[in-house]
Nanobody, 122 residues
Framework: QVKLVESGGGSVQAGGSLKLACDAS????????MGWYRQAPGSERELVSR???????TYIDSVKGRFTISRDNLKNTIYLHMNSLMTSDTAVYYC????????????????WGQGTQVTVSS
Protein backbone atom coordinates (compact mmCIF):
# COMPACT_ATOMS: atom_id res chain seq x y z
CA GLN A 1 0.00 0.00 0.00
CA VAL A 2 1.53 3.28 -1.12
CA LYS A 3 0.93 6.29 1.07
CA LEU A 4 2.29 9.80 0.61
CA VAL A 5 1.98 12.54 3.21
CA GLU A 6 3.02 16.10 2.44
CA SER A 7 3.89 18.77 4.97
CA GLY A 8 5.56 22.15 5.15
CA GLY A 9 3.12 24.39 3.34
CA GLY A 10 2.06 27.73 4.70
CA SER A 11 1.75 31.44 4.07
CA VAL A 12 4.78 33.59 3.32
CA GLN A 13 5.53 36.93 1.80
CA ALA A 14 7.06 37.24 -1.61
CA GLY A 15 10.77 36.58 -1.44
CA GLY A 16 10.39 34.12 1.39
CA SER A 17 11.16 30.43 1.55
CA LEU A 18 9.41 27.20 2.39
CA LYS A 19 10.49 23.59 2.50
CA LEU A 20 7.95 20.96 1.58
CA ALA A 21 8.35 17.34 2.62
CA CYS A 22 6.70 14.20 1.33
CA ASP A 23 6.95 11.10 3.49
CA ALA A 24 6.50 7.94 1.47
CA SER A 25 5.56 4.47 2.58
CA UNK A 26 5.19 1.43 0.35
CA UNK A 27 7.40 3.08 -2.28
CA UNK A 28 11.19 3.12 -2.15
CA UNK A 29 12.37 6.55 -3.19
CA UNK A 30 15.97 5.48 -3.64
CA UNK A 31 14.85 3.13 -6.40
CA UNK A 32 11.99 5.13 -7.86
CA UNK A 33 11.20 8.46 -9.44
CA MET A 34 9.02 11.06 -7.75
CA GLY A 35 7.56 14.37 -8.70
CA TRP A 36 6.21 17.54 -7.15
CA TYR A 37 3.13 19.00 -8.80
CA ARG A 38 1.08 22.08 -8.08
CA GLN A 39 -2.38 23.28 -8.90
CA ALA A 40 -3.44 26.89 -8.64
CA PRO A 41 -7.13 27.88 -8.56
CA GLY A 42 -8.61 27.70 -12.03
CA SER A 43 -5.51 26.06 -13.46
CA GLU A 44 -4.53 22.56 -14.40
CA ARG A 45 -2.15 20.58 -12.26
CA GLU A 46 1.41 20.94 -13.49
CA LEU A 47 4.62 19.07 -12.85
CA VAL A 48 6.97 21.44 -11.06
CA SER A 49 9.96 19.21 -10.48
CA ARG A 50 10.96 15.60 -10.86
CA UNK A 51 13.67 13.49 -9.30
CA UNK A 52 14.42 10.32 -11.20
CA UNK A 53 15.70 7.19 -9.55
CA UNK A 54 19.19 7.89 -10.92
CA UNK A 55 19.17 11.31 -9.29
CA UNK A 56 18.40 13.41 -12.35
CA UNK A 57 16.51 16.57 -11.37
CA THR A 58 14.25 18.49 -13.71
CA TYR A 59 12.30 21.69 -13.21
CA ILE A 60 9.84 23.82 -15.07
CA ASP A 61 11.36 27.05 -16.30
CA SER A 62 9.46 29.27 -13.90
CA VAL A 63 11.10 27.70 -10.83
CA LYS A 64 14.61 27.05 -12.11
CA GLY A 65 17.19 28.62 -9.84
CA ARG A 66 14.63 29.05 -7.04
CA PHE A 67 13.41 25.52 -6.23
CA THR A 68 15.48 22.47 -5.43
CA ILE A 69 14.24 18.90 -5.19
CA SER A 70 16.04 16.42 -2.98
CA ARG A 71 15.47 13.17 -1.14
CA ASP A 72 16.58 11.46 2.02
CA ASN A 73 16.84 7.75 1.34
CA LEU A 74 17.05 6.84 5.01
CA LYS A 75 13.84 8.69 5.83
CA ASN A 76 12.23 7.75 2.50
CA THR A 77 11.27 11.39 2.16
CA ILE A 78 11.41 13.76 -0.76
CA TYR A 79 11.69 17.53 -0.36
CA LEU A 80 11.04 20.65 -2.35
CA HIS A 81 13.09 23.61 -1.17
CA MET A 82 11.43 26.79 -2.41
CA ASN A 83 13.28 30.10 -2.29
CA SER A 84 12.51 33.56 -3.64
CA LEU A 85 8.84 32.69 -3.66
CA MET A 86 6.55 34.71 -5.87
CA THR A 87 2.81 35.25 -5.75
CA SER A 88 2.55 33.11 -8.88
CA ASP A 89 3.82 30.14 -6.83
CA THR A 90 0.60 30.13 -4.82
CA ALA A 91 -0.99 26.72 -5.26
CA VAL A 92 -1.69 23.40 -3.63
CA TYR A 93 1.45 21.30 -3.93
CA TYR A 94 1.32 17.53 -4.31
CA CYS A 95 3.94 14.84 -4.42
CA UNK A 96 3.31 11.86 -6.64
CA UNK A 97 4.87 8.57 -7.58
CA UNK A 98 5.45 7.43 -11.14
CA UNK A 99 3.92 4.64 -13.15
CA UNK A 100 5.99 1.70 -14.26
CA UNK A 101 8.53 -0.68 -12.83
CA UNK A 102 10.29 0.27 -9.68
CA UNK A 103 12.27 -1.93 -7.31
CA UNK A 104 10.75 -5.05 -8.85
CA UNK A 105 7.17 -3.83 -8.50
CA UNK A 106 4.97 -2.60 -11.32
CA UNK A 107 2.94 0.44 -10.39
CA UNK A 108 0.07 0.84 -12.82
CA UNK A 109 -1.13 4.14 -11.46
CA UNK A 110 0.09 7.37 -9.94
CA UNK A 111 -0.20 7.72 -6.19
CA TRP A 112 -0.80 11.18 -4.79
CA GLY A 113 -0.48 12.82 -1.45
CA GLN A 114 -3.27 14.91 0.03
CA GLY A 115 -1.61 18.18 -0.95
CA THR A 116 -0.27 21.10 1.04
CA GLN A 117 -1.27 24.71 0.48
CA VAL A 118 1.37 27.31 -0.31
CA THR A 119 0.23 30.92 -0.28
CA VAL A 120 2.59 33.73 -1.24
CA SER A 121 1.47 37.29 -0.61
CA SER A 122 2.91 40.49 -2.00
Amino acid sequence: QVKLVESGGGSVQAGGSLKLACDASGYLLRNCGMGWYRQAPGSERELVSRLSRDGTMTYIDSVKGRFTISRDNLKNTIYLHMNSLMTSDTAVYYCATERGWCAGIYYDTFYWGQGTQVTVSS
